[in-house]
């Protein structure tokens, strides 16, 4: 079955600064790419998400980058504040035929410093 | 849409008493599932529905856990005889089955055996 890996596991940056998390999933066959941030005793909640056919997608300061012969994808996160602390996980959809099933890679957790 | 709405929000209970968990999905959703949350094993798929079929249930850990979805408004997962290893916050998520859209989460059941 498919298998995501996430690194770095945590991440402290200074606000301002840029911040990168990277996923390796193992299905070939996955083609769906979603990214979630998770804010201390609330739920995961979608921030942006990448479609196999798309080699990248930005949302003001948020951007995603896919490499499907790699089977790697990156969040890209630019001008960092603190808002942004928050564990974030990627997924990816091990998809066959129309099961849509989303497996979660560990999660990173991001501190941004004042 | 109110989302998904989970209950209760947090439940303490003794070993071995029968515990219910319940999620109400976004109307028109047609996947739903349930995720358990662990700081050792973070974010575990254990069951999901595709129009209120049990698809994939590999991820449930014992026969102690069971879950059902008999109509497309309402889901249980249900333990029994809970044990303190079962202490997590579970999750109920849904979306549509085809189009690979995000999962939307509900606020999750925080459970505590004692």
């Known amino acids: 079955g498919e ?3 996430q690194h770095p596991s945590t991440l402290s940056v200074q606000e301002g600064d840029s911040a990168v998390i990277k996923c390796t999933y ?3 066959a996955s083609n769906y790419f979603p990214w979630y941030k998770q804010e201390l005793g609330k739920r995961p909640q979608l921030i942006i998400d990448i479609r196999s056919n798309v080699g990248e997608k930005k949302d003001q300061r948020i951007a995603v980058t896919l490499n499907k012969t790699a089977k790697h994808f990156s969040l890209h996160i630019t001008e960092t504040q603190p808002e942004d602390s928050a564990v974030y996980f990627c997924a990816a959809s091990g998809y066959t035929g129309n099961t849509g099933k989303l497996i979660f890679g560990q999660g990173t957790t991001l501190q941004v410093k004042p | 849409d109110a989302g998904v709405i989970q209950s209760p929000r947090h439940e303490v209970t003794e070993m071995g008493q029968e515990v219910t968990l319940r999620c109400k999905p976004i109307s028109g959703h047609n996947s739903l599932f349930w995720y358990r949350q662990t700081m050792m094993r973070g974010l575990e798929l254990l069951i999901y529905f595709n129009n209120n079929v049990p698809i994939d249930d ?3 850990p014992e026969d102690r856990f069971s879950a059902k979805m008999p109509n497309a408004s309402f889901s249980t997962l249900k333990i029994q ?3 303190p290893r079962d202490s997590a916050v579970y999750f109920c998520a849904s979306s549509y089955l ?3 859209s995000g ?4 606020s999750g059941t925080r459970l505590t055996v004692v």
Request: without cysteine; charged residues 20%; hydrophobic residues 15%.
């Open chain 2, 103 to 106: 999962y939307t989460f509900g």
């Open chain 2, 58 to 60: 590999s991820g449930m």
């Open chain 2, 81 to 83: 005889p809970s044990e």
């Open chain 2, 98 to 100: 085809r189009g690979q």
């Open chain 1, 3 to 5: 298998n995501v890996e």
């Open chain 1, 26 to 28: 193992s299905d070939s």
